[in-house]
């Protein structure tokens, strides 16, 4: 099993920043994959990065490419989800994800957060 906890979210006016966090624990070592989802108001659960830690390599989901970035400074334990320029589009639940070796899921990963709330105010 792999828990994860998201933080960092909040209300934030557009033109704003925030800067989401997730931290797993438990069996961690099987984790090849971490991501961002986020399910806005009306719409289904959308993709927003990843990160690959074979290789370290990252990828954004073409709508959010040049506002929103992911990176890690400890694999496989925590990532992060810098996002700039908010628009109140970009209000709703965001999800971290783990994919880990054997374990399916939803788009590939087998555990999810709880979420946390991101709310972009015009």
């Known amino acids: 099993q792999v828990q994860l906890v998201e933080s960092g979210g909040g209300s934030v006016q557009a033109g704003g920043s925030l800067r989401l966090s997730c931290v797993a624990s438990g069996r961690t070592f099987d984790n090849y994959a971490m991501a961002w989802f986020r399910q806005t108001p009306g719409k289904e659960r959308d993709f927003v990065a990843n990160?690959?830690?074979?290789?370290?390599?990252?990828n954004v989901a073409d709508s959010l490419k040049g506002r929103f970035t992911i990176s890690s400074d400890n694999p496989k334990i925590k990532i992060y989800l810098q996002m700039m320029n908010l628009k109140p589009d970009d209000t709703g639940v965001y999800y971290c994800a783990a994919a880990n070796y054997g374990v399916p899921g939803p788009d590939g990963y087998g555990y999810w957060g709880q979420g946390t709330q991101v709310t972009v105010s015009s």
């Open positions: 990160i690959r830690w074979g290789g370290g390599t990252t």
